[in-house]
């Protein structure tokens, strides 16, 4: 089983649309949880960290579900400049810290 | 912007050459981090600098090494590269905790292509 796992996409989702993906974590030692966004052919950015109590920001709800070992990202109300990659983020620490990546789910919002 | 600066922004080189990226850290954030991310991947870890030292590695092989310097700017250095290496190379800093719990901030990368 692979680290952190996030269904590739695309997800193509018409504008003013809500829109869930989940990241499943392999690790239950795993700390810190994080969603960064990417867009084409640039670097990522921090959209928001996830808590334990689950967060929002705005049209962005985070949840952490230690128990099955996944965390989701929702977006309600989608824009046309939603359009990204989204990458779930794990923090774990065994001997090292080591920070890991998932592969990231492409968004398309459509008009 | 996040402050954090990349060179070379595009890089080509050859089978066996070795390279050396660099990096500017954000004010006041004296943790850096590299990854290797390849087209349609996540980002990957391949080490973080602390105070000059190194402070977690990923699963890549000792030909990848880096340095961080005293004004916390840092390089890193691939040797004998292989195609493989064809990547965006990503260069994060983070504030001064020293740990991997503290957001990123990244660079724009520096995209190798290797021939």
């Known amino acids: 089983r692979k680290e952190v796992e996030q269904d590739p996409g695309p997800f193509n989702v018409p504008e003013g649309a809500t829109v869930a993906f989940n990241c499943t974590y392999s690790?239950?030692?795993?700390?810190?949880f994080f969603w960064y966004r990417q867009d084409c052919r640039k670097e990522p950015k921090l959209l928001m960290s996830?808590?334990?109590s689950g967060n929002e920001d705005g049209r962005f709800t985070a949840q952490l579900n230690r128990a099955s070992q996944y965390i989701s990202l929702l977006i309600r109300d989608s824009k046309l400049s939603d359009s990204a990659t989204y990458l779930c983020?794990?923090?774990?620490?065994?001997?090292?810290?080591?920070?890991?990546f998932g592969k990231g789910t492409r968004l398309h919002i459509l008009p | 912007e996040t402050g954090v600066t990349q060179s070379p922004t595009h890089l080509i080189k050859t089978r066996g050459q070795q390279v050396t990226l660099r990096c500017s850290s954000q004010s006041g954030h004296n943790t850096v981090s590299w990854y290797q991310q390849a087209l349609g991947q996540g980002p990957q870890f391949i080490f973080q600098y602390y105070r000059e030292e190194e402070n977690g590695r990923g699963n890549f092989p000792p030909r990848f090494s880096g340095l961080q310097f005293p004004n916390y700017s840092s390089e890193l250095n691939v040797n004998a590269l292989e195609l493989d290496d064809s990547a965006l190379y990503l260069c994060a800093s983070s504030p001064s905790t020293g740990g991997m719990k503290e957001t990123q901030y990244f660079g724009p990368g520096t995209r190798l292509l290797v021939l």
């Open positions: 983020v794990v923090n774990y620490r065994n001997r090292d810290d080591k920070i890991i």
């Open positions: 996830v808590y334990s």
């Open positions: 690790n239950s030692a795993s700390q810190s």
